[in-house]
């Protein structure tokens, strides 16, 4: 499987082109506003001093570091502000495998595949942990694969793509998992705001200098395009404080910095946005996913039990998860999903839908009309 070439582009493209009306679940943007308090943000800054132009610390602007090491109880010293969770992703990996005494990462199948390219592109050897029948993580399964030769595990919790969300339990376990084989455990919790098991457990809640959180705005203030993300390394003073210096320098040579006038609107909406704005979008999605979840039941589709993020993963009978397939759909039903073969080799009979559109309900409709109509 060629992870460096995503193919999210491929089936937008096939969708564009497409000869009628074609719901869009591929992508993961929301479509719903970021708080008001952001582009209140946005609109003071553009009425600000020259010197407010010019580069902030390349590690981030300093209050905005404050206000996340702040909310998320670490030292400001091992927050760095990056191009989004990809970066963090980035600079988390690449240090993983640059500094730990393994050159392998251990990744989940079904996978985010921009963590398989970027381990590819990285010449890390991957080595891949099946998900359980039910979509979770088993730490059994983790301490089969991990070795001395393992620099990272990567989790993504609550995941992409298969919308579960792992317990406490797992988490520490994973933790257990990389301080014994002197590893790292990333863990990138983009989608933290859309659990709606109550079971989301940040990596955070574990003290130890073998854990990597990475998150960022992107998703739960609805801003992928401001490209606003941080990472928590451990500290840069206790064991394994190289990897945030190592950070430092790779973003500081790969970017100079991040953009000042995003930073500032996510610091402003930080400060000025209340808990309701959050709970309206996850009340949003659980609606979404009723919906949709419904028309899967309708047309006999198999599916991990959305439990958080955005998506659901199903399964048709007679009808796999291939690019094929997902051409029909896009033809015949006017739906976009993603096949399954994106994320993995063993889950290749799945299709992934997103539920970041209005017209979720829409989707159902035509859904169990084409499955009906079969
Ligand atoms: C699991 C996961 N991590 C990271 C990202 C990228 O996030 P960002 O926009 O903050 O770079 C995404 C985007 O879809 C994602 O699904």
Same mark, same amino acid.
Do not use: C
């Given at each position: 499987?060629?992870?460096?070439?995503?193919?999210?582009?491929?089936?937008?493209?096939?969708?564009?082109?497409?000869?009628?009306?074609?719901?869009?679940?591929?992508?993961?943007?929301?479509?719903w506003?970021?708080?008001?308090?952001?582009?209140?943000?946005?609109?003071t800054?553009?009425?600000?001093?020259?010197?407010?132009?010019?580069?902030?610390?390349s590690?981030?602007?300093?209050e905005?570091?404050e206000?996340?090491?702040?909310?998320?109880?670490?030292?400001?010293?091992?927050?760095?502000v990056?191009?989004g969770?990809?970066?963090?992703n980035?600079?988390?990996?690449?240090?993983?495998l640059?500094?730990?005494?393994?050159?392998?990462?251990?990744?989940?199948?079904? !996978?985010?595949?921009?963590?398989?390219?970027? %381990?590819?592109? #990285? @010449? *890390?050897?991957?080595?891949?942990? $099946?998900?359980?029948?039910?979509?979770?993580?088993?730490?059994a399964?983790?301490?089969?694969?991990?070795?001395?030769?393992?620099?990272?595990?990567?989790?993504?919790?609550?995941?992409?793509?298969?919308?579960?969300?792992?317990?406490?339990?797992?988490?520490?376990?994973?933790?257990?998992?990389a301080?014994?084989?002197?590893?790292?455990?990333?863990?990138?919790?983009?989608?933290?705001?859309?659990?709606?098991?109550?079971?989301?457990e940040?990596?955070?809640?574990?003290?130890?200098?073998?854990?990597?959180?990475?998150n960022?705005?992107?998703?739960?203030?609805?801003?992928?395009?401001?490209?606003?993300?941080?990472?928590?390394?451990?500290?840069?003073?206790?064991?394994?404080?190289?990897?945030?210096?190592?950070?430092?320098s790779?973003?500081?040579?790969?970017n !100079?910095?991040?953009?000042?006038?995003?930073? %500032?609107?996510? #610091? @402003? *909406?930080?400060?000025?946005?209340? $808990?309701?704005?959050?709970?309206?979008?996850?009340?949003?999605?659980?609606?979404?996913?009723?919906?949709?979840?419904?028309?899967?039941?309708a047309?006999?589709?198999?599916?991990?039990?959305?439990?958080?993020?955005?998506?659901?993963?199903?399964?048709f009978?007679?009808?796999?998860?291939?690019?094929?397939?997902?051409?029909?759909?896009?033809?015949?039903?006017?739906?976009?999903g993603m096949?399954?073969?994106a994320?993995?080799?063993?889950?290749?009979?799945?299709?992934?839908?997103?539920?970041v559109?209005p017209?979720?309900?829409?989707?159902?409709?035509?859904?169990?009309?084409?499955?009906?109509?079969?």
């Open positions: 499987m060629d992870y460096e070439t995503p193919q999210f582009f491929r089936v937008m493209q096939y969708a564009q082109r497409a000869d009628r009306d074609v719901v869009d679940m591929v992508s993961g943007n929301p479509d506003e970021p708080p008001q308090a952001l582009r209140e943000g946005l609109r800054y553009a009425d600000g001093e020259p010197a407010e132009f010019q580069y902030p610390d590690v981030g602007l300093r905005l570091r206000e996340i090491a702040t909310r998320r109880g670490v030292d400001i010293e091992q927050v760095i990056t191009n969770a990809g970066e963090a980035h600079l988390a990996m690449a240090e993983s640059e500094q730990m005494s393994g050159d392998e990462v251990l990744l989940v199948d079904p !996978v985010y595949p921009y963590y398989a390219g970027r %381990a590819e592109m #990285l @010449h *890390a050897d991957i080595r891949f942990v $099946p998900a359980t029948d039910r979509g979770g993580l088993d730490p399964d983790v301490y089969e694969q991990i070795s001395e030769d393992t620099a990272a595990v990567v989790i993504n919790s609550p995941n992409n793509p298969l919308g579960v969300t792992y317990d406490a339990e797992t988490v520490h376990e994973l933790v257990a998992a301080e014994e084989h002197d590893a790292m455990l990333v863990s990138d919790e983009v989608y933290d705001h859309f659990d709606y098991s109550g079971r989301f940040s990596a955070l809640s574990v003290d130890s200098p073998n854990r990597i959180v990475t960022s705005f992107s998703k739960s203030m609805a801003i992928t395009g401001f490209r606003v993300g941080y990472a928590i390394f451990p500290h840069p003073d206790g064991p394994n404080g190289g990897l945030m210096d190592g950070a430092r790779r973003h500081m040579l790969t !100079v910095t991040s953009s000042r006038p995003a930073q %500032a609107a996510v #610091l @402003h *909406a930080l400060r000025n946005t209340d $808990p309701s704005y959050y709970e309206a979008n996850r009340d949003l999605l659980r609606e979404r996913i009723d919906a949709f979840t419904d028309a899967l039941d047309a006999g589709a198999e599916y991990t039990e959305p439990e958080g993020a955005f998506y659901v993963m199903a399964r009978p007679g009808f796999e998860g291939t690019m094929d397939n997902v051409e029909r759909l896009i033809d015949e039903a006017g739906i976009a096949p399954g073969e994320f993995s080799d063993t889950r290749r009979e799945w299709m992934r839908f997103a539920l559109t017209r979720v309900g829409e989707a159902a409709d035509r859904l169990a009309a084409f499955f009906d109509a079969r």
